[in-house]
């Protein structure tokens, strides 16, 4: 092997006479090319050459560990040897399985080349002996030719065996070449890959910076813009709400919307600014509302034909569809007054309808329940002879008994018209009366209410009143009619004062519920009521007065006026006249403590009545005076 070699010929020797010839060459001194440059060339001993192990390790450049970098490389970078260098030699050594020894070869434990020994210094003359400079370095020892050969072929035959394993070596460098060769090729697309990635990053920056900007100045537009647009731009959702959905809740909520818009539309419009968004959105905004109009005209018609069914409440109907999107009215009547007042118009027809044929049934059912007649033969003066009374119930007129039990009531149900068709105990004339006023005057009330909510936004108070005389005047007329065929007929004072106690009660019931404009029903009734009263009042003055006038100074006349079957003489109760009086007198009282007004005729029929009485009583005494003288 040529490092053997390489390494048997640098051994130094002993000195032989032909080396000190060989000392004494007149070539000059010069130094080594193969040697370093940072130490100087040692001297020639005997038998040494300049081409030594420490030489060639410190001018080696061959290193297994460095990276091979093929020519044409683009990658900018120089390979610098690591800071532990191996010299390429001992690596070799290492590879081919041989020991080698530091000092010769110039390597430390730590693997780091250095000079372990000094070279000899150099000859000042060298006797080359006519040889050439390759002979004399090649020169062997007569005295060891034998063992020269010996080390030769010895290398040699190494060489041989080891021959496979170099071709191995040289076969796994070229493989190496080859994979780094891959790997470069890799790198160098790799770094075409990243130089192409990081021109894509550059170009997203830029446009991410453009982005940024642009949204900077559209945040700034909108925040100057924003409010300006929201007033003039509806959400596709009120639009499709309004055109599509059903009528509710969120249908309300979607019409108030649409009004809050059309009210700032309208502002901006007659602004001075002229705003070109404005006119583009007033047209939608009017087709819009149209459409709206249109569904709640719908709505409303629906719900007034509703009214028309058979046994339906109108309070439900009011409650639950009328009152509950009583803004549909509004915004109607507020953007087509003239359609607001026909369905306005529409639903007055249709209650008054409603109100006339229900106390129309109300009052026949009413009409059914029996009634005690009080007529000229129940008067306080009259004859009680049981032929006068055969056609009627036992009853007493002039006694008020239980029937002040319902003025105590503090508040009462109006009787229902199947019940009232199938009773067929007989009442008094105040019965009939009070539950037929209970129900009006219940309705009455209840509709005013719904008047004053429903129609107040956009109707003034005198109009919401003559919407309920428009209502209420036939069932009024009807109330009034039945109130006079109860009265017209009776000579019962104490019913009939009775219903004027209870349309008083009724009047304060008005006051309270503030329903004023009713009063003019009670007022018509009380002026039923009350001539009525003064004539069955002037009836039993009048019948006292007859009886004295019956009365004479015979003692015959004075017997008329007892029972025949009773003893006058024995007898201490008063007169069956006086007893009368007294009841009927004890009933009128009881129904007037609560009036605390002299005005009423009450008081003046009382004075009356009493007077006759008193020329009753006194014509009668003047008679048992005469008849016991």
């Given at each position: ?8 010929q ?9 080396d ?8 000059p001194?010069r ?8 130490a100087p060339r040692p ?13 060639q390790?410190?001018?080696?450049t061959l290193s ?12 900018k970078?120089?390979?610098a ?6 010299d ?12 080698s020894?530091?000092?010769i ?7 780091v ?7 000899s210094?150099?000859a ?19 005295q ?8 030769a ?6 060489y041989?065996a ?13 493989a190496?070449d080859?994979?780094?060769k ?21 170009t ?5 910076t453009?982005?940024e900007?642009?949204?900077?100045n ?7 813009l924003?409010?300006a647009?929201?007033?003039?731009s ?21 019409l ?49 034909k509703?009214?028309r ?12 569809a ?11 009547a507020r953007?087509?007054?003239v ?5 306005g ?6 209650m008054r ?9 109300y ?14 033969n ?7 002879t049981?032929?006068n ?7 007493d007129?002039?006694t008020l008994?239980?029937?002040?039990e ?6 009462q ?11 067929k ?6 019965t009939?009366?009070l ?6 005057i ?17 109707s ?7 919407h309920?005389?428009q209502?209420?005047?036939p069932?009024?007329a ?6 006079k065929t109860l009265?017209e ?11 004027v106690?209870?349309?008083?009660r009724?009047a ?22 009350w ?6 009042m ?16 015979a003692?015959?006349?004075?017997s ?9 003489s ?6 069956k006249?006086?007893?009368?009086f ?11 403590k ?14 009356r009545?009493?007077g006759?009485?008193?020329a009753?009583?006194?014509k ?5 005076g005469?008849s016991?003288?």
């Amino acid at each position: 092997m040529w490092l053997e070699r390489l390494s048997g010929q640098s051994t130094p020797s002993a000195s032989t006479p032909t080396d000190q010839l060989r000392s004494h060459s007149p070539a000059p001194d010069r130094s080594s090319h193969l040697a370093p440059r940072t130490a100087p060339r040692p001297p020639y001993g005997p038998r040494t050459s300049s081409l030594g192990l420490a030489s060639q390790a410190n001018t080696s450049t061959l290193s297994f560990n460095s990276p091979k970098l093929p020519n044409g490389s683009s990658l900018k970078q120089q390979v610098a040897p690591p800071p532990v260098f191996v010299d390429p030699l001992h690596a070799l050594r290492d590879v081919l399985g041989q020991s080698s020894d530091p000092k010769i070869d110039g390597v430390n434990d730590t693997g780091v080349g250095a000079l372990v020994f000094k070279p000899s210094p150099l000859a000042e003359e060298v006797d080359f002996a006519g040889l050439s400079l390759h002979a004399f370095a090649g020169d062997v020892d007569p005295q060891e030719p034998k063992e020269a050969h010996r080390s030769a072929t010895q290398t040699d035959e190494e060489y041989e065996a080891e021959k496979d394993r170099f071709e191995d070596l040289h076969k796994s460098i070229l493989a190496c070449d080859d994979v780094l060769k891959s790997v470069q090729t890799s790198l160098m697309n790799f770094q075409q890959d990243l130089g192409a990635v990081s021109a894509e990053i550059e170009t997203l920056q830029s446009r991410s910076t453009a982005m940024e900007s642009r949204l900077e100045n559209r945040k700034v537009v909108e925040r100057l813009l924003g409010p300006a647009i929201e007033e003039v731009s509806i959400p596709p959702a009120v639009v499709t709400i309004i055109s599509e959905g059903p009528i509710d809740s969120s249908w309300i909520t979607a019409l108030e919307e649409l009004e809050r818009w059309s009210k700032i539309i309208d502002g901006n419009a007659k602004t001075s600014e002229k705003v070109i968004a404005t006119s583009d959105v007033k047209p939608l905004l009017d087709d819009l509302t149209n459409k709206a109009v249109e569904r709640i005209r719908d709505f409303l018609v629906s719900q007034i034909k509703a009214l028309r069914s058979p046994n339906i409440n109108a309070q439900i109907i009011q409650q639950q569809a009328f009152l509950r999107y009583k803004n549909l009215y509004t915004f109607l009547a507020r953007h087509h007054p003239v359609l607001g007042e026909e369905i306005g118009q529409a639903y007055i027809n249709t209650m008054r309808w409603y109100y006339l044929s229900n106390f129309t049934r109300y009052r026949q059912a009413l009409e059914k329940i029996p009634i005690f007649v009080v007529d000229k033969n129940d008067a306080i003066g009259a004859d009680q002879t049981p032929a006068n009374k055969a056609s009627q119930p036992n009853h007493d007129p002039l006694t008020l008994g239980r029937r002040i039990e319902v003025l105590k009531r503090p508040s009462q149900a109006a009787l229902p018209s199947h019940i009232a068709e199938d009773n067929k105990q007989t009442h008094y004339l105040e019965t009939p009366f009070l539950h037929f006023n209970l129900a009006l005057i219940d309705n009455a009330t209840a509709e005013y209410s719904f008047l004053a909510t429903f129609f107040s936004p956009t109707s003034t108070f005198h109009s919401i009143s003559r919407h309920f005389q428009q209502i209420f005047s036939p069932t009024f007329a009807l109330g009034h009619d039945f109130t006079k065929t109860l009265v017209e007929e009776s000579n019962d004072c104490l019913g009939i004062l009775f219903c004027v106690r209870l349309n008083q009660r009724f009047a304060f019931e008005l006051q309270r519920k503030k329903t004023p404009v009713a009063e003019g029903y009670i007022n018509g009734t009380n002026m039923l009521l009350w001539p009525r009263f003064q004539q069955a009042m002037d009836m039993h003055t009048d019948s006292i007065k007859r009886a004295t006038a019956a009365v004479s100074s015979a003692r015959g006349a004075a017997s008329a006026l007892t029972s025949p079957s009773s003893s006058s003489s024995q007898s201490t109760a008063p007169h069956k006249l006086t007893q009368r009086f007294g009841q009927f007198i004890q009933g009128i009282l009881a129904l007037s403590k609560d009036a605390g007004d002299d005005s009423e005729p009450v008081g003046n029929s009382l004075r009356r009545l009493r007077g006759e009485l008193e020329a009753f009583l006194l014509k009668m005494g003047k008679g048992f005076g005469g008849s016991g003288g």
